[in-house]
């Protein structure tokens, strides 16, 4: 990814301001980069389909208060894309502000036949990545839905992959899940325009990916027409109440019943949710009030090594993940890490609001995000078919890449093991719901 210099990022968002500056690239390099070499396998695969999409988003500088620019689910313009220099510049001229997504599907069915009876068919599975990660990080896995019939869709979040912004800096938390919910309701838009019906749904994420899955469905109220929902995907959010006014996040979120609505969701099978940081990263607390101190002027420096080292007890996975040019190498930034505390207080006032099948499931050894908050969460959920395992020795990531699915990445069988357990557990899951 391109170099960063950490005092660049903190002077440019003025240089912006006064006008001696006009940022050339929005996604600051990564638009162009090209694809890890790992991730091919699925790329180059003939027999599945993938398409890319983007969504323009208000630019911020269009709201009277940033929070309402990153709170909004307002959709300007929808396009497929190829990845080329020239939608750099047409995505520029709408106002520079764009997510992201991909969806894959197979062309026919395997050779083999479809595996788990096919009973994925006409249901999409959503994949949500974590902390410093992008949706195509999910690769070595996507077969495995896609053989069952699934479409799947998978989102690169702002800031992160091909999404626009400063590589992981979020100024708020709210910017994941807004972004969730323009990403489906694009879905669902296209879906209608093509002469197709809503499909079923089911959400996954991992990590921050999790929280970002979580926190969606406890914000937004569900829709009975998804006829209703594509059309208000172009209405602009009613505004954010005044400062101190509101309630939820940082207290200045709407009332739910302003919100727009979102998608009606099948299920959510949600893996090591930042839920709660395990003591192994959570930063030391001088390290928190220096942050507190300097976020409004210093928002972007990196500070914290974080969950830096306590992924994976295998180095390969680290390995791999700084030989991904897409991925995200620096440490955690000031903003981000305080948005992303502020948004796991706000989900833990509020897990009663999330009610639809659920299935949690974390490492026993997980030292990013600790499964004792899983588990506390876990027992407030409402929702009856509801279910939650802790994976007795696996760490934070519970799905490494496979020596059959990625060779370049060198993940041996008795790894993969594992990895099949939870895939299993994960598919099953799903297919019973379908």
């Not at 390099?29 to 599945?48: A, K, S, T, V």
């Not at 838009?189 to 079923?200: F, I, P, S, V």
């Not at 006829?227 to 940082?250: C, F, I, M, N, S």
Request: charge should be negative; glycine fraction near 8%; charged fraction near 25%.
């Amino acid at each position: 990814m391109p170099l960063h210099n950490p005092l660049w990022e903190i002077i440019e968002p003025y240089l912006v301001r006064l006008g001696l500056y006009t940022i050339p690239d929005p996604t600051y390099g990564r638009y162009l980069l090209p694809d890890h070499p790992p991730h091919r396998f699925l790329l180059d695969d003939p027999n599945i389909s993938h398409t890319w999409h983007r969504i323009a988003l208000p630019p911020i500088s269009s709201f009277p208060r940033k929070h309402d620019g990153y709170d909004t689910t307002e959709i300007i313009h929808s396009e497929d894309v190829s990845l080329t220099k020239d939608e750099i510049e047409q995505g520029e001229k709408r106002g520079g502000r764009w997510v992201m997504y991909t969806i894959w599907e197979m062309k026919q069915e395997p050779e083999g036949g479809w595996e788990g009876g096919g009973k994925g068919r006409g249901r999409d599975l959503v994949l949500v990545h974590g902390l410093s990660d992008y949706g195509l990080r999910y690769a070595p896995h996507v077969p495995h839905f896609l053989r069952a019939g699934f479409r799947v869709i998978i989102p690169d979040l702002p800031s992160y992959g091909r999404s626009t912004g400063v590589n992981s800096y979020l100024p708020s938390a709210l910017l994941l899940p807004s972004a969730l919910h323009a990403v489906l309701t694009d879905v669902v838009r296209r879906d209608l325009a093509n002469g197709k019906e809503q499909r079923k749904v089911f959400l996954s994420g991992a990590s921050m990916g999790g929280w970002t899955v979580l926190y969606y469905l406890l914000k937004y109220p569900p829709s009975s027409s998804p006829v209703d929902l594509a059309e208000e995907a172009t209405e602009r959010d009613a505004l954010l109440p005044k400062p101190g006014q509101g309630q939820g996040y940082d207290n200045l979120e709407r009332p739910k019943s302003e919100e727009k609505d979102r998608i009606q969701v099948a299920g959510a099978f949600v893996l090591c949710p930042m839920v709660e940081v395990s003591k192994n990263s959570r930063p030391h607390i001088l390290v928190e009030y220096v942050a507190r101190a300097i976020v409004y002027f210093a928002g972007m420096l990196p500070l914290a090594k974080a969950v830096r080292g306590n992924v994976s007890d295998d180095p390969r996975v680290e390995e791999d993940f700084f030989t991904d040019p897409l991925c995200y190498h620096g440490w955690l930034r000031v903003g981000t890490g305080l948005s992303l505390l502020e948004g796991m207080i706000e989900l833990d006032k509020r897990a009663e609001e999330i009610n639809v099948p659920i299935r949690l499931v974390h490492g026993s050894h997980d030292r990013a995000t600790s499964h004792h908050g899983t588990l506390r969460l876990f027992n407030r959920l409402p929702n009856e078919d509801k279910e939650i395992e802790i994976y007795e020795g696996y760490e934070h990531v519970m799905i490494k890449a496979s020596l059959a699915d990625a060779p370049e990445v060198g993940i041996d069988a008795k790894d993969d093991e594992k990895r099949q357990r939870v895939l299993a557990d994960w598919r099953s899951w799903l297919l019973k719901r379908c």
